[in-house]
């Protein structure tokens, strides 16, 4: 059965900082992995989404890696500000579950980036 | 556009009401999906329609009744719901192709409260 589990749970650091969240999954067999952000109370936003073949995607501040064969991801964020604050959650996409779609998310990493 | 549109933002029924959630997306995407997300929880599966036909669905308990009119519009029917059923709900959508689903999009949520 495949679970996600994210480190660290919570994080506050300073603004300018760079950070890294970490995504460990337990079954290789996965389709894609997809990073995304969740203001409290609202929905999710999609950040990155990284395809098995992938190593690594970026957009602007944020660089996601993926090594399949050992069951991690990293989201980088650089120069970290404080409307970088959010829930950071990742799911992946087994590929038993291909044709249907289901995700398995993480519980999240909950920043905090104080000015 | 990668939007998805959710309404209402907020409901507020009874145990006895009968009320329905809306989801719209025009980007052409032929996945929708509805979550259920609980509080400092990560979102869960409910249900998903692959071309208007419903693909999944989680064991879900029938007082949640769903429904995809349109390629566009995907409904989640409520009846008889019970206090525990309050969270926010999510719905999704992805494009499919021929290597299965895509990056997944969610709308801002519905905050269901049931009295």
């Known amino acids: ?115 | 556009d990668t939007e998805v549109t959710q309404t209402p933002k907020h409901l507020v029924m009874g145990m006895t009401n009968k009320k329905s959630l809306k989801c719209e997306q025009h980007m052409g995407h032929r996945a929708m999906y509805w979550y259920k997300q609980k509080a400092k929880k990560p979102p869960e599966l409910m249900f998903v329609y692959s071309y208007e036909k419903l693909s999944i669905n989680e064991s879900v308990p029938s007082r949640f009744s769903p429904e995809c009119p349109n390629s566009s519009l995907l409904n989640l029917h409520l009846h008889a719901l019970q206090p525990e059923d309050s969270a926010l709900y999510l719905c999704a959508s992805s494009q499919r192709t021929v290597q299965g689903p895509r990056e997944l999009f969610f709308g801002e949520g519905s905050r269901l409260t049931v009295l």
């Open chain 1, 1 to 115: 059965k495949q679970e996600v589990t994210q480190i660290p749970a919570a994080l506050s650091v300073p603004e300018g900082e760079n950070l890294v969240l970490n995504c460990s999954f337990t079954d290789s067999a996965i389709y894609n992995l997809q990073w995304f952000r969740q203001d409290p109370g609202k929905g999710l936003t999609s950040l990155l989404l990284i395809q098995s073949s992938q190593r690594e995607q970026t957009s602007g501040r944020l660089n996601a890696s993926l090594d399949k064969s050992s069951g991690r991801s990293t989201l980088y964020i650089a120069a970290s500000q404080p409307g970088d604050s959010a829930t950071y959650l990742c799911a992946v996409r087994p590929m038993i579950y291909n044709q249907g779609g289901k995700l398995i998310f993480g519980q999240g990493t909950e920043l905090s980036v104080k000015p």
